[in-house]
């Protein structure tokens, strides 16, 4: 009996096939015995074979051989030349002042990206794509029901059309029949009446004949002429000619549009028909939140005095706590009900953070402008760590999309034509970049100063100072509208957007510094109210979670929340 192939309910040894797997070589990514390790061991004596316990299998990294030197592994990466190197490639002038990352840091950030990826692939698109086949489905089913219908409906049709022609034909008969019946009885009675004419000439001849056939002379000579008699019936009767009726059928041709005909059937395409199916718990991917109206007057719930000489941005961790940063290298964890400071965390390379916002899972992002390189960065446990590195562009505005992606808005390190782009990132990986529109032009003017949001109807928002506008493009990067301000403004000045950020109505809020207020739009650009409750010097915003308005006063070094919705 070959064990091999047998049902058996455990692992055989590969090098025996017999005995119960016990141990695995992480080189060889082979099942072994404890009895065949040794045999194992002796093959291939260029290897260095990594043996564990059958559980600890793939617990050994198997860096990748160089391409350039023979025999060697690669355990660090050089993100310049986005390759593996080995330490003989470290000592070329190949790779002389490139950056270099541990290979196994690289390839954990890069199992990370694929597990989202697949855990997109698992739970979001095979989801989509399982309901979108369900759906096809359904509509094959219910076309063929239809289909039945109409074909049931056209043979219905047929027998009332049966039914009349039945009836038709029975009336059109009735109608000969008694078309017949009439010219059959006049000629009837036209013929008795000849009929009686030749009984009265026979009667006639027959009495002439008796005179003329005796010998009695007296009889002969009494009888009269029969001149008048002939004369009379020598005018013949006249003669009946019958007509008959005609029938005149239809054309059989135009049966088919009499009896009906079927319109042309088609499959029309929508690109936009099916959207993704999501599993995500946020509010931007849960159900339609309920309809909240505007209050007739905001009110100001809190007033948080942070200390800070110019006050920029703030972003909420959750319904009691937010994040501040200004004008110096330290971004402030606060309580929103007691006003009391609860953590600070200082920048990685004493500079000012460009912009703050917070992850899905609570971690703090900052954009570090520095003079080397723009970067990225997450604070977790109070450890900051570079999740981007840009090298010709300068980091602006961050935020963190429902998806969990990290949109950035930068500048390029070109001033002279000062060159302005949105690109997606999932980790430290590019996914979207967003610059131009369809007619190729600049979306963004090239001036610093822009914050970005993503809207509940994943459109991305971005306050453009330069412009003197608010861009919002589709999830696509396909531009929706410019919204440029509304008149009268509260202190009649030019609009100039500062922070912005987004509610669960898809309203979008920008603080606008020069007339001291905060504009609403809805999600299509349409002005809606000021909020104008004693602002001053709006600049950063953000939103919490129940829809109250959080603005960072940049000179009073203030932030107020605000109540704007019932």
């Given at each position: 009996?070959?064990?091999?192939?047998?049902?058996q309910d455990v692992m055989r040894c590969d090098v025996c096939e017999t005995a119960v797997v016990q141990m695995h070589c992480d080189t060889c990514l082979v099942n072994l015995c404890k009895a065949c390790v040794g045999d194992h061991?002796?093959?291939?004596?260029?290897?260095?074979?990594?043996?564990?316990?059958?559980?600890?299998?793939?617990?050994?990294?198997?860096?990748?051989?160089?391409?350039?030197?023979?025999?060697?592994?690669?355990?660090?990466?050089?993100?310049?030349?986005?390759?593996?190197?080995?330490?003989?490639?470290?000592?070329?002038?190949?790779?002389?002042?490139?950056?270099?990352?541990?290979?196994?840091?690289?390839?954990?950030?890069?199992?990370?990206?694929?597990?989202?990826?697949?855990?997109?692939?698992?739970?979001?698109?095979?989801?989509?794509?399982?309901?979108?086949?369900?759906?096809?489905?359904?509509?094959?089913?219910?076309?063929?029901?239809?289909?039945?219908?109409?074909?049931?409906?056209?043979?219905?049709?047929?027998?009332?059309?049966?039914?009349?022609?039945?009836?038709?034909?029975?009336?059109?008969?009735?109608?000969?029949?008694?078309?017949?019946?009439?010219?059959?009885?006049?000629?009837?009675?036209?013929?008795?009446?000849?009929?009686?004419?030749?009984?009265?000439?026979?009667?006639?001849?027959?009495?002439?004949?008796?005179?003329?056939?005796?010998?009695?002379?007296?009889?002969?000579?009494?009888?009269?002429?029969?001149?008048?008699?002939?004369?009379?019936?020598?005018?013949?009767?006249?003669?009946?000619?019958?007509?008959?009726?005609?029938?005149?059928?239809?054309?059989?041709?135009?049966?088919?549009?009499?009896?009906?005909?079927?319109?042309?059937?088609?499959?029309?395409?929508?690109?936009?028909?099916?959207?993704?199916?999501?599993?995500?718990?946020?509010?931007?991917?849960?159900?339609?939140?309920?309809?909240?109206?505007?209050?007739?007057?905001?009110?100001?719930?809190?007033?948080?005095?942070?200390?800070?000489?110019?006050?920029?941005?703030?972003?909420?961790?959750?319904?009691?706590?937010?994040?501040?940063?200004?004008?110096?290298?330290?971004?402030?964890?606060?309580?929103?009900?007691?006003?009391?400071?609860?953590?600070?965390?200082?920048?990685?390379?004493?500079?000012?953070?460009?912009?703050?916002?917070?992850?899905?899972?609570?971690?703090?992002?900052?954009?570090?402008?520095?003079?080397?390189?723009?970067?990225?960065?997450?604070?977790?446990?109070?450890?900051?760590?570079?999740?981007?590195?840009?090298?010709?562009?300068?980091?602006?505005?961050?935020?963190?999309?429902?998806?969990?992606?990290?949109?950035?808005?930068?500048?390029?390190?070109?001033?002279?034509?000062?060159?302005?782009?949105?690109?997606?990132?999932?980790?430290?990986?590019?996914?979207?970049?967003?610059?131009?529109?369809?007619?190729?032009?600049?979306?963004?003017?090239?001036?610093?100063?822009?914050?970005?949001?993503?809207?509940?109807?994943?459109?991305?928002?971005?306050?453009?100072?330069?412009?003197?506008?608010?861009?919002?493009?589709?999830?696509?990067?396909?531009?929706?509208?410019?919204?440029?301000?509304?008149?009268?403004?509260?202190?009649?000045?030019?609009?100039?957007?500062?922070?912005?950020?987004?509610?669960?109505?898809?309203?979008?809020?920008?603080?606008?510094?020069?007339?001291?207020?905060?504009?609403?739009?809805?999600?299509?650009g349409n002005f809606l109210c000021y909020i104008d409750c004693g602002l001053s010097d709006p600049w950063g915003l953000c939103s919490d979670t129940n829809d109250n308005l959080f603005v960072a006063e940049i000179r009073k070094q203030?932030?107020?929340?605000?109540?704007?919705?019932?």
């Amino acid at each position: 009996m070959d064990t091999r192939t047998s049902a058996q309910d455990v692992m055989r040894c590969d090098v025996c096939e017999t005995a119960v797997v016990q141990m695995h070589c992480d080189t060889c990514l082979v099942n072994l015995c404890k009895a065949c390790v040794g045999d194992h061991i002796s093959t291939g004596e260029t290897k260095d074979h990594k043996v564990v316990k059958f559980q600890d299998r793939k617990s050994t990294p198997l860096y990748p051989g160089c391409t350039s030197h023979n025999k060697q592994q690669c355990t660090m990466y050089c993100n310049q030349c986005d390759i593996p190197v080995c330490t003989k490639c470290l000592a070329s002038v190949e790779h002389l002042g490139h950056k270099l990352s541990d290979i196994l840091q690289i390839a954990e950030e890069k199992k990370d990206i694929i597990i989202k990826e697949v855990i997109e692939l698992r739970e979001t698109i095979y989801p989509t794509y399982h309901d979108i086949a369900s759906d096809v489905q359904n509509r094959m089913s219910q076309l063929k029901k239809e289909y039945g219908d109409l074909s049931t409906g056209i043979t219905k049709h047929g027998e009332d059309w049966h039914r009349q022609i039945d009836k038709l034909v029975k009336k059109l008969k009735a109608e000969l029949d008694e078309m017949k019946n009439t010219q059959l009885q006049t000629l009837q009675k036209h013929l008795d009446e000849i009929n009686k004419t030749m009984s009265e000439i026979g009667d006639e001849i027959d009495s002439v004949e008796m005179v003329t056939d005796t010998n009695d002379l007296s009889k002969l000579l009494s009888v009269t002429s029969m001149a008048s008699v002939i004369n009379t019936y020598r005018n013949l009767p006249q003669k009946l000619e019958p007509i008959l009726p005609k029938f005149i059928p239809g054309k059989i041709q135009e049966l088919d549009k009499l009896f009906g005909v079927l319109s042309s059937s088609s499959l029309t395409s929508d690109k936009h028909g099916y959207s993704m199916k999501t599993t995500q718990k946020s509010p931007e991917a849960g159900s339609s939140p309920p309809v909240k109206q505007m209050l007739d007057e905001p009110e100001t719930i809190t007033t948080i005095d942070t200390g800070c000489k110019y006050l920029y941005n703030v972003a909420c961790l959750s319904d009691e706590e937010i994040w501040t940063s200004g004008s110096d290298r330290t971004m402030e964890l606060y309580s929103i009900n007691q006003g009391s400071l609860l953590k600070s965390i200082t920048t990685k390379s004493g500079k000012i953070p460009s912009d703050i916002a917070v992850t899905k899972s609570g971690d703090l992002v900052y954009t570090d402008n520095d003079y080397e390189d723009g970067t990225v960065n997450i604070v977790k446990n109070k450890k900051i760590k570079k999740v981007i590195r840009l090298q010709n562009w300068k980091p602006l505005g961050v935020c963190s999309t429902s998806s969990g992606d990290l949109l950035v808005i930068m500048d390029s390190d070109d001033y002279k034509h000062c060159h302005t782009k949105v690109v997606r990132y999932s980790g430290s990986t590019e996914k979207q970049t967003i610059q131009f529109d369809d007619k190729g032009q600049p979306l963004y003017s090239g001036y610093y100063n822009r914050y970005i949001t993503e809207n509940r109807n994943l459109d991305i928002c971005v306050s453009d100072w330069g412009a003197r506008a608010v861009v919002v493009v589709n999830q696509a990067g396909k531009l929706r509208f410019r919204y440029t301000g509304h008149t009268p403004a509260p202190k009649n000045q030019p609009f100039s957007p500062r922070g912005i950020t987004t509610d669960s109505q898809s309203h979008v809020l920008r603080a606008d510094y020069w007339n001291h207020c905060v504009h609403i739009i809805d999600q299509d650009g349409n002005f809606l109210c000021y909020i104008d409750c004693g602002l001053s010097d709006p600049w950063g915003l953000c939103s919490d979670t129940n829809d109250n308005l959080f603005v960072a006063e940049i000179r009073k070094q203030n932030v107020k929340k605000i109540k704007y919705l019932q």
